[in-house]
C-alpha cells in the first residue's frame, strides 16, 4: 500500500495537505476531487492497512471511536447486537449511552463462555462484537469460534484489534467479517495522533464503510494518515519489544507478594493462555493487575518514575491507568464491578524502554 513519489523518487510516501484537487477538465481528474472523500496519504495507509489484515477493504477515520461508529452505521432501529461484556469504556458508552437511545439493542456476554454467546443470540441478532484481549482484563476470545456462531445465525462478526495489532493477530484469518482499530495506539505508536481504521473482508462492505466516512466526515487529516503510515514502518519491531517487555514485567508483578492477580496472556497461569498461543503469535504490551486495596492502588498509579500517569495505549513510552477513573470512568460502579474492573485494578502500557 505504500505509495512511491513518482515525480521526485521520495522513498517515503508524500503528504498531500490540500483540501481539494484540480480538476483536468470536466470529463476528467487525477481521481482525487476532495480531501473528505479521499487524499492519496489516507489511500496509502487504507491499502497498507489492509494488505496487512488480509482484507479487500478499509477505511481510515479520524479516530477510533469514529471506526467503532462507522462500523455500527450498518445496523438499523430493531437490531441487536452480541459484545462483551468486558470491553473499552468509550465503545461500551457509545453502544450503552448513545446507540441504544437511537433503537439498537446490546446483550453484553461474558465471551470466553462460549455457551453464553450462543444463547445470547436472538431472531434479531446482526451482529457480534469481538474484543480481542480486552480492556481492561485482557481476556482472550476463540475468535474463530465466536465468528463460526456468528455466521451459522447469519450475523455479521467484527473484531477490535487494537490491543494488537496485526503484526501479532490477524482476525480475518479466523473468520470474521470486519476487523477495527484505533490507529492511535500501536499501529502509530508514538503517542502523537488520532486515528481509525475498519478493514473488512469483502470489498462490498468497504465502499459502505468510505461512504459513510464521505457522508459523516469522519475523514482523517493528511497529516495523521502520514504519521500512521510512518508508524507502521517499525510496527514490527516494536511490537517484539512491547511483548518482550510487557512478559517480564508481568512476571515481576506475579512474584510481586502485594499483588493478587495479573492478566496477561502470555502467562502460563492465564486462564485463556492456550486460546491465545492458538490466535496470537505474541502477547503485545498490555497488561492489568489488581494490588492490595483501593489506596494501594492509588498510591502505586501516583507513584511511578518511568512509568506516566495517562490515558490510551500503544506508545513506544510507558503508561500506567486506572480503568475505575480513566479508560472505564464513564461506567457506574455496579457496571464496573459486573464486570470485574475492581477499584484495584490498574493498567499498564508497556513501552519499549529498557526492561
Ligand atoms: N478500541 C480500543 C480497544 C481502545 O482501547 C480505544 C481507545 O482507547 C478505542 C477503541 C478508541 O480509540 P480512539 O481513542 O482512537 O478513538
Request: net charge negative.
Amino acid at each position: 500500500g505504500e505509495h512511491k513519489d513518482q515525480q521526485y523518487n521520495s522513498v517515503t510516501t508524500p503528504i498531500y495537505p490540500t483540501s481539494t484537487f484540480y480538476w483536468n477538465s470536466l470529463e476528467s481528474h487525477s481521481g482525487y476531487d476532495y480531501t473528505r472523500s479521499s487524499n492519496p496519504g489516507r489511500k496509502a495507509l487504507e491499502e497498507s492497512l489492509a494488505a496487512l489484515e488480509g482484507g479487500a477493504g478499509c477505511v481510515a477515520t479520524s479516530t477510533g471511536m469514529s471506526a467503532v461508529h462507522c462500523a455500527m452505521a450498518l445496523f438499523s432501529p430493531g437490531d441487536h447486537i452480541i459484545a462483551p461484556s468486558d470491553l473499552y469504556g468509550g465503545t461500551f458508552r457509545l453502544f450503552e449511552r448513545f446507540l441504544k437511545e437511537r433503537g439498537l439493542s446490546f446483550t453484553f456476554v461474558d465471551m470466553t463462555q462460549l455457551p453464553a454467546v450462543a444463547s445470547a443470540f436472538t431472531p434479531q441478532t446482526r451482529a457480534v462484537w469481538i474484543e480481542t484481549p480486552s480492556n481492561p482484563l485482557l481476556k482472550v476470545v476463540d475468535i474463530a469460534a465466536v465468528a463460526a456462531l456468528a455466521r451459522e445465525h447469519k450475523a455479521v462478526s467484527l473484531c477490535d484489534n487494537t490491543f494488537l495489532s496485526p503484526y501479532l493477530q490477524r482476525p480475518l484469518d479466523f473468520g470474521v467479517d470486519m476487523v477495527l482499530h484505533s490507529t492511535t495506539k500501536y499501529i502509530s505508536g508514538h503517542s502523537d495522533v488520532v486515528g481509525g481504521a475498519v478493514v473488512t473482508r469483502n470489498p462490498e462492505l468497504g465502499l459502505a464503510m468510505h461512504e459513510w466516512v464521505k457522508n459523516t466526515g469522519a475523514a482523517p487529516s493528511p497529516f495523521d494518515c502520514w504519521l500512521a503510515l510512518r508508524g507502521l514502518k517499525t510496527l514490527a519491531l516494536r511490537m517484539e519489544r512491547h511483548s518482550s517487555n510487557a512478559l517480564k514485567v508481568a512476571q515481576w508483578l506475579e512474584s510481586h507478594h502485594d499483588v493478587t492477580a495479573v492478566n496477561y496472556p502470555g502467562l502460563a497461569s492465564h486462564p485463556d493462555h492456550a486460546v491465545a498461543r492458538s490466535q496470537m503469535s505474541d502477547f503485545s504490551g498490555m497488561l492489568s493487575f489488581q494490588i492490595g486495596d483501593t489506596a494501594l492502588a492509588k498510591a502505586v498509579a501516583m507513584n511511578t518514575r518511568i512509568f506516566m500517569l495517562a490515558e490510551s495505549l500503544g506508545g513506544v513510552e510507558s503508561l500506567i491507568g486506572y480503568p475505575t477513573l480513566m479508560s472505564h470512568g464513564c461506567m457506574s460502579e455496579e457496571e464496573r464491578v459486573e464486570r470485574g474492573v475492581h477499584p484495584n485494578l490498574l493498567r499498564l502500557s508497556v513501552g519499549i524502554e529498557d526492561a
